[in-house]
């Protein structure tokens, strides 16, 4: 009777501590500073694509009527 070779495994010496895996999952979890863009007109950071907060412009024309 022939017996088939099964490939060999690692088998972990000790059990993962679950805040070893959480701490490894959470890392997935983190979220990056939004990227920021300079408005042409007046120079204030705004998010890109988005009308500016200080002047109300976007795209070259005025989207917002800021007072």
């Known amino acids: ?3 088939s070779r099964s490939p060999v495994v690692a088998v ?3 059990k993962t501590s679950k805040s070893k ?3 490894r999952r ?4 983190r979220l ?4 920021r863009s300079v ?3 007046c120079g204030a950071a ?3 694509h988005r009308v500016c907060g200080q002047c109300g412009w976007y795209g070259g024309r005025q989207a917002l009527d800021i007072a």
């Open 39 to 41: 408005c042409p007109r």
């Open 12 to 14: 972990p010496k000790k």
């Open 1 to 3: 009777m022939l017996r």
């Open 46 to 48: 705004k998010l890109p």
């Open 26 to 29: 959470a890392a997935a979890w």
């Open 32 to 35: 990056n500073a939004a990227p």
């Open 21 to 23: 895996t959480r701490s």
